[in-house]
Nanobody, 118 residues
Framework: VQLQASGGGLVQPGGSLRLSCTAS????????MAWFRQAPGKEREFVAR????????YYSESVKGRFTMTRVNSAMTADLQMLSLKPEDTAVYYCTIDPNNGGRYPYWGQGTLVTVSS
């Protein structure tokens, strides 16, 4: 599976962005697609995940209530709608797949940079 992330850019604090991740290859209903991010000088951290079949989502505490992850099964695409962005949301955002919800992430996209700054 190959993943392509897009939608990053520069936005002012309080603004919004929508990231997309498109997969080439098969995604199964038991798989999980997730977003992680890595800020400069920090370790990569979990942001959000969605169960491909059911659409059930889970978010980190730092983004809960501001970010929403959705998917379009037929388009093999998952989006991350980000609202009320803060400077601390600045990071490279990566999409990834956890096959069969097994707790491992062997497939990663190339990342898209989100910069929140005035």
């Amino acid at each position: 599976v190959q993943l392509q992330a897009s939608g990053g850019g520069l936005v002012q604090p309080g603004g919004s962005l929508r990231l997309s991740c498109t997969a080439s290859g098969r995604i199964y209903s038991s798989d999980v697609m997730a977003w992680f991010r890595q800020a400069p000088g920090k370790e990569r951290e979990f942001v959000a995940r969605i169960r491909w079949g059911s659409g059930v989502t889970y978010y980190s505490e730092s983004v809960k209530g501001r970010f929403t992850m959705t998917r379009v099964n037929s388009a093999m695409t998952a989006d991350l709608q980000m609202l009320s962005l803060k400077p601390e949301d600045t990071a490279v955002y990566y999409c990834t797949i956890d096959p069969n919800n097994g707790g491992r992430y062997p497939y990663w996209g190339q990342g898209t940079l989100v910069t929140v700054s005035s």
